[in-house]
């Protein structure tokens, strides 16, 4: 059941509950304190956040800036880009009706019983005026006094004067165990209504910008730079800020006003005194008030206290031995009634004495002691919890008591309670002298009996995420006071609490609680060695630091959570954290998980496919893939040992799903048509080459029987073969392709130049047939029988007189069939004067042959 909200729907539609047929019956409770048996998963087990349901599990989404949170408390929260038609409303600015309405339902509960005496302001009117007419003029103050002195008082009183000073009002806010950001997150939801939307940081500050109120903010936790960036982002708000001296002071430059507080006067003291006996001291009271007030430097806390051990101490000299008169409700009957501390048998109501100024000044454990049993239960399990109280509707469920609310209102009426927001916790003081006298022994097993009952019912369908919230820090104080536990099973109740509670935090956006949650449960999951349950953490962890703006943080976490669900072969966990890491990687432009760098943001969320590179023409035929070949196909850009891009948004859904190929690239239909495309433009660029070398076939190339080599003496010094002139001689002919060897007298090849043979001189009678290659100043030999260029035109060239050695040795073979006749021209066009220069001709006769290229 809910027990803050009963009704006819808490235990479902079977109706089993006090307005249905049958009603459930109620847990025994333990005297010695130890954790009752847990209810078996039919009975409890159906949380709307919590991993273990009967019913299936309720999913919220909430927008956080750009982001769309889809809380799972099953596998884990997702986070994504917020789809173009879920973009929230602009917020809503609350009227005056619905911000009294607010107010009220966020105030502490009245506890239940007979109204408590309310202690009047005294003698704080000087500093009430001061403080309302700072306000007015739109300073912010900071209002500083030791616990116990009327802080929480004086801001009420404040707070009625400057109702009106505003157009958003008067904002009541509370700083306990709050940052910087959780109080402007806090003052957006004050003033605006925006349901499921927590805004970012750029937009929180722009709407706090605008809030006009005067924010009266108790129990401050900060000071310096953190006080003074509150102060800089709401420069329409003036605040009202209640802080201990141990708080850090504001920073030198700061435009904050001070005001200090003091404790009461001695007849103030002793008026006050008065004013909660509600009875005329005796003359031995007062004496005792006036030692107490220089004791306790006239804190008003310590008279309201004192107040209280009078009236028990008049409970007890009404009737004597009727020591029962304190306890509003009978002990259990299996635990027998326990008499008032330092009550004595003996003493009749006459002879009580007054307390000592010792337990005066500390009055903590003599005004337990008195109380009922479920009251002095309630205050072990505060003790338990760090001194934060239970709601009152909780109290049944631990102490084992059906009127154990009732103990709320005892505890309030000693002065062992402070207001802290919306809940209560023991008073300044109170938490360290009920551990002093024993109260704070077993608390292990208590917090475990709280982390059991919180995790049933913070995952219990009924529970709405607002009133989880409201629970918080209770809840908090649950999981830390188990971890590190040295018991059995301290540290999975833990977990079991983080893992219902969580959930509800981040759906209820006080995350300032869910990260506290998380880390709590990480730790105890790792401690009690729940590997599934610390990945689900990690990744909360990581979700949450995505949407704080912490991408490195984020990576970190969700990492470690991939990590660990592979170990464990958690497909959908995995797949969870995968996506959230591509977010990451998407937003940072930091590398994916497989190491390759990330394309940006996409609006559609991401997509882990490869992006199709363009197709490129090829030349040679496409080498066997490996790194080198990447990085050519995905352009200098790309590195070669990480090899992936982010797909275009519109990547068909089969692509996103392909099979992965070697080295991580993803094999897609697109991909085989880029290749199938690239190998037919190979194929008809070679078949273009071929073409064109059968088509130079059919023209004459000369004699085969005669080779061209180079000559290396030729060509480095007697003349450009490029531009057709030698030295010593006119211009050459270059129509026949280059110069052609001549056979000897002996039918064989002249040898080259470069074998070393000199060349016969004919201008020498006594010189026989030249048996070498010709010198530069030897006349033509007659008709060329090398192949013509036929890309090079025939260039005239002078007329050269035979020499005896060309009528020899340069005579074609009238009987070889490759030998074409000469024409009538060719003693003018033949250039033998250059001889048979070998690899000259062969480089001219291969440059436009297109075969021989």
């Known amino acids: 059941m809910d027990p803050t909200h009963r009704g006819t729907e808490e235990h479902g539609p079977d109706g089993d509950g006090p307005g249905g047929a049958t009603e459930r019956p109620r847990l025994p409770a333990d005297p010695a304190g130890s954790p009752r048996p847990r209810p078996s998963r039919e009975e409890t087990m159906t949380p709307e956040f919590g991993r273990r349901t009967s019913h299936p599990a309720r999913v919220v989404r909430v927008i956080s800036g750009d982001y769309l949170l889809t809380v799972n408390p099953v596998d884990g929260s997702e986070v994504e880009l917020c789809p173009p038609g879920e973009q929230p ?134 000071g310096g730079a953190a006080l003074e960036e509150l102060l800089d982002v709401t420069p329409e708000c003036a605040f009202l800020f209640a802080a201990t001296p141990d708080i850090a002071a504001p920073t030198a430059e700061s435009q904050l006003e001070e005001v200090f507080l003091a404790g009461l006067g001695r007849d103030c003291s002793i008026d006050l005194l008065t004013r909660v006996v509600e009875r005329p001291l005796t003359e031995e009271e007062t004496n005792w008030a006036g030692d107490l007030w220089f004791e306790s430097e006239g804190l008003p806390l310590r008279f309201v206290q004192a107040g209280a051990l009078l009236r028990q101490r008049d409970a007890l000299r009404a009737e004597p031995g009727d020591h029962d008169r304190c306890d509003p409700h009978d002990a259990p009957a299996d635990r027998p009634a326990e008499p008032p501390f330092g009550h004595d048998e003996a003493t009749d109501g006459a002879h009580v004495p007054l307390p000592s100024l010792g337990e005066g000044a500390a009055p903590a454990a003599l005004l337990a002691s008195r109380l009922s049993g479920p009251a002095r239960d309630t205050l072990r399990f505060a003790v338990a919890l760090g001194g934060e109280v239970p709601h009152q509707a909780h109290l049944p469920a631990l102490v084992g008591d059906t009127h154990a609310d009732a103990a709320l209102g005892e505890l309030a009426g000693c002065g062992l309670l402070s207001p802290a927001g919306s809940r209560y916790r023991l008073a300044a003081g109170a938490l360290t002298q009920l551990e002093a006298a024993g109260y704070g022994e077993a608390g292990a097993e208590r917090a475990r009996t709280a982390a059991q009952h919180y995790a049933w019912w913070a995952g219990h369908p009924s529970v709405t995420p607002d009133r989880a919230v409201a629970e918080a820090d209770a809840l908090v104080a649950a999981m830390a006071g188990l971890v590190p536990g040295d018991g059995a099973g301290q540290t999975s109740a833990a977990v079991l609490l983080a893992r219902s509670a969580a959930p509800a935090f981040a759906a209820g956006l006080h995350w300032g609680a869910w990260e506290k949650a998380l880390r709590i449960g990480q730790e105890a999951a790792r401690i009690a060695g729940e590997v599934a349950e610390e990945a689900y953490f990690h990744h909360e962890l990581g979700v949450l630091a995505l949407c704080a703006g912490n991408p490195d943080r984020a990576r970190a976490e969700l990492e470690t959570s991939i990590g660990m669900r592979g170990a464990l072969a958690d497909k959908t966990g995995a797949v969870a954290g995968r996506r959230a890491l591509a977010l990451v990687a998407d937003l940072s432009g930091g590398p994916l998980p497989g190491g390759a760098p990330s394309a940006g943001p996409l609006p559609g969320g991401p997509v882990t496919t490869i992006e199709e590179a363009p197709a490129e023409r090829y030349e040679k035929p496409t080498p066997p893939i490996g790194p080198a070949a990447v990085t050519q196909r995905l352009g200098p850009g790309y590195d070669a040992d990480t090899t992936a891009v982010i797909s275009r948004q519109g990547a068909p859904a089969a692509a996103r799903g392909a099979r992965r190929g070697p080295f991580g690239l993803v094999t897609t239909a697109r991909r085989n048509l880029v290749a199938v495309g690239a190998g037919t433009l190979l194929a008809a660029v070679l078949g273009t080459v071929v073409v064109l070398g059968l088509t130079s076939d059919g023209e004459p190339r000369g004699n085969p029987g005669v080779t061209t080599e180079k000559s290396a003496s030729h060509d480095s010094g007697n003349g450009d073969p490029d531009d057709g002139t030698e030295s010593g001689s006119g211009p050459r002919d270059t129509s026949s392709g280059g110069d052609v060897a001549t056979p000897g007298p002996s039918g064989s090849q002249d040898a080259p130049s470069g074998s070393g043979t000199p060349s016969a001189d004919p201008t020498d009678p006594d010189s026989g047939p030249s048996s070498g290659t010709p010198s530069d100043e030897e006349s033509p030999s007659g008709p060329s029988t090398g192949t013509p260029d036929p890309t090079k035109p025939p260039t005239p060239t002078h007329s050269q007189s035979p020499s005896p050695s060309d009528t020899e040795s340069g005579t074609p073979d009238p009987t070889d069939p490759t030998t074409e006749e000469p024409p009538e021209s060719s003693p003018d066009t033949s250039d033998s004067a250059s001889g048979p220069s070998s690899s000259s001709a062969s480089q001219e006769s291969t440059d436009g042959d297109p075969v021989a290229a």
Request: hydrophobic share 40%; charged share 30%.
């Open 89 to 222: 409303a602009p917020p809503r600015r609350r009227t005056a009706t619905e911000r009294a309405d607010r107010e009220r339902a966020t105030a502490p509960p009245v506890p239940p019983g007979p109204p408590a005496p309310q202690p009047p302001l005294l003698e704080r009117t000087e500093e009430r005026e001061r403080l309302v007419r700072l306000l007015a003029r739109g300073r912010s103050v900071r209002l500083t006094g030791p616990a116990g002195s009327g802080r929480t008082a004086l801001l009420d009183a404040v707070a009625a004067d400057c109702a009106d000073f505003a157009p958003d009002g008067v904002v009541r806010l509370s700083g306990h165990r709050r940052t910087a950001t959780d109080l402007l997150h806090a003052l957006f939801e004050a003033v605006y209504d925006a349901p499921l939307h927590r805004p970012d940081r750029p937009d929180l500050l722009d709407h706090v910008r605008r809030i006009g109120a005067v924010v009266v903010l108790d129990d401050l936790e900060f």
